[in-house]
């Protein structure tokens, strides 16, 4: 499973490392050291708190609509596998994007819980690209 540095969740999750090593101090975000001491987050929990987070924030302040062509670059939090289509979603901040693609495509990401995805939007057209 993937893991990330506090700095890299802190992206991922639209605030700072310092508010993420705050976080993982108070026990709301759970980390592991590597070998050389530094702190990770298991991409599963880190998925799991980012989904956590943005539905605690719902109504807390108004989030700024943007145009069509965006790139959201997140974290997969859900992937729901048919026999021909699947269903990805992705946690990007406090924006939580929704794509169906093909099964095969997300075999050839390699796109599971926990890992880093770009969704870009054009339209009604999302395309998912694995970081």
Not at 76 to 85: N, P, Q, R, S
Request: hydrophobic content about 45%.
């Amino acid at each position: 499973m993937q893991s990330y540095s506090i700095g890299q969740a802190a992206r991922l999750l639209g605030v700072s490392a310092d508010t993420v090593r705050r976080w993982a101090d108070a026990g709301r975000v759970e980390t592991h050291r590597d070998e050389g001491g530094r702190r990770l987050i298991d991409g599963r929990h880190l998925a799991a708190f980012s989904v956590e987070l943005a539905q605690a924030a719902d109504g807390e302040e108004d989030v700024p609509y943007t145009s069509a062509r965006n790139a959201f670059a997140g974290i997969v939090t859900a992937v729901k596998l048919g026999d021909v289509a699947a269903q990805v979603e992705i946690q990007a901040g406090p924006h939580r994007l929704v794509s169906l693609l093909t099964r095969e495509a997300v075999e050839e990401l390699g796109l599971e819980v926990g890992v880093r995805a770009t969704a870009r939007v054009k339209s009604t057209n999302v395309h998912i690209d694995r970081i």
